[in-house]
Structure formats: C-alpha cells, structure tokens
C-alpha cells in the first residue's frame, strides 16, 4: 500500500538558521509530489511542486527552495529561516494522476523564533 | 487563483445541517472537497468532475455547478465528529495541474 512520511513532526528554529524538511512516498513510482505551507488565516498556500526527479515548479517566490533528488523524494530547504516561515508544513502526493486528487503527509510544524 | 469560501465559522448542534460553499472567478473543471481534524493532515472527501455533478457518502454529499462556477458541500444530521476545517480545492483540466484551496470553513459541532 502507498504511504507518504514526513519528518521531523515539529521543529524550533532560530531566524536565520537553515531549515530541511524530508518527505518520502512509498508503495508507488513517479509521483506528482507537493509542499503546501499552512499559516494562520491563509488556508492550504502551495509552495511547490514536481512531476518527476529534478523538476520543480515554484508557486511562491520566498527564500524556500525545493528539490527532488530521487523518485520518491521531497525536500524542503531554507538557508535562512525569517520568522514569517513558521507554519504546518504539509508533504502531499496525488494518488489519482488522471483527476489530481491529493494524499497529505501528516505534516511538520515549524516555530521560528 | 484561490478559490472563495463561505462561511468562515460556522457552529452547529448535533443533528443540525449545514452548507459550505465554495466559488471562483476563473472556469472549474474540477473540485475537491477535503476536512482536517485539528493538528492532522486533510483527508480527501471527494471529488466533482462534472457540472451538475453531485456526490455523497454516509450525510455528507456535494454538488457542482460548473456554469456558477460554484460548488456547495451538505452536511446532513452533523455529527461531533464532523467538527473540523473543510477545504475546497480547484484543479485544472489535467491531473498535474496543482490544486489551489480556499482559505477553508471551521466547522464546530457541539452536543
């Protein structure tokens, strides 16, 4: 069965301290894969995308960078952390390719402080 | 472009009904209904493909009106454990297109 982890489940970072935020799918192959960011008051913001190794769509123009360096996963990086990065990090791929329908990660939480 | 949704909030009693809407300035081809329980992942509910489309499982059902550009979500005889965000989300007409999700309705059911 397909299963999608993400870790680590919470973090406390510092401003201005680097971030990597690790998703990984299993029981599938060549995934659309996604990061959605989930701050107060703004719902479900895509923040990437990508549809195969070493390809990736950016939706947010931000100091978050993404990459995919293997099939099956997801990276989510910062090189310097700003206080509004804080939020519920979500990991998500679609499990149906033809009509897009989303499976989410059970998420990461960041605090910057 | 982020779909709107309505209401915010909305509190319930057990048994009550409610409706969620969902909207958009631009043409849908499809819509996805998902719910959060506080501090989870959503969950994916279901998904509308066709204008005049309507769908249900268990009381809660949806349905799709593609010339308003509108979707709206039934809640039947809620339940406390419907209580949680529900989110529509807008996809394109391929399933590589990202969804793009309103900012979401916080559904409280008390008893």
């Known amino acids: 069965s397909q299963t999608i982890h993400q870790w680590p489940a919470t973090l406390v970072q510092p401003v201005g301290s680097p971030l990597s935020l690790e998703c990984t799918v299993e029981?599938?192959?060549?995934?659309?894969l996604y990061w959605y960011r989930q701050a107060a008051g703004r719902g479900l913001q895509l923040l990437f995308y990508?549809?195969?190794?070493?390809?990736i769509s950016s939706e947010v123009p931000q100091n978050l960078s993404a990459s995919r360096p293997q099939d099956r996963q997801f990276i989510l990086s910062s090189k310097k952390l700003l206080l509004s990065d804080s939020g519920f990090y979500l990991c998500a791929w679609n499990f149906n390719r033809v009509t897009g329908e989303l499976f989410f990660g059970e998420g990461s939480r960041l605090t910057v402080l | 472009q982020q779909p709107v949704q309505s209401p915010q909030a909305v509190i319930l009693r057990e048994g009550e009904d409610a409706v969620i809407n969902c909207s958009s300035s631009?043409?849908?081809?499809?819509v996805h209904w998902y719910r959060q329980k506080h501090g989870e992942a959503p969950v994916f509910l279901m998904i509308l493909l066709k204008g005049g489309e309507q769908k249900g499982h268990d009381k809660i059902s949806a349905s799709f009106n593609e010339k308003k550009q509108q979707s709206s979500l039934y809640l039947t005889a809620s339940q406390l454990s419907y209580s949680g965000t529900y989110f529509c989300g807008t996809g394109g007409h391929s399933g590589n297109t990202p969804l793009v999700f309103g900012k979401g309705t916080r559904l409280s059911v008390i008893a």
């Open positions: 631009k043409a849908l081809y499809s």
């Open positions: 029981g599938t192959s060549n995934p659309n």
């Open positions: 990508s549809v195969g190794i070493g390809q």
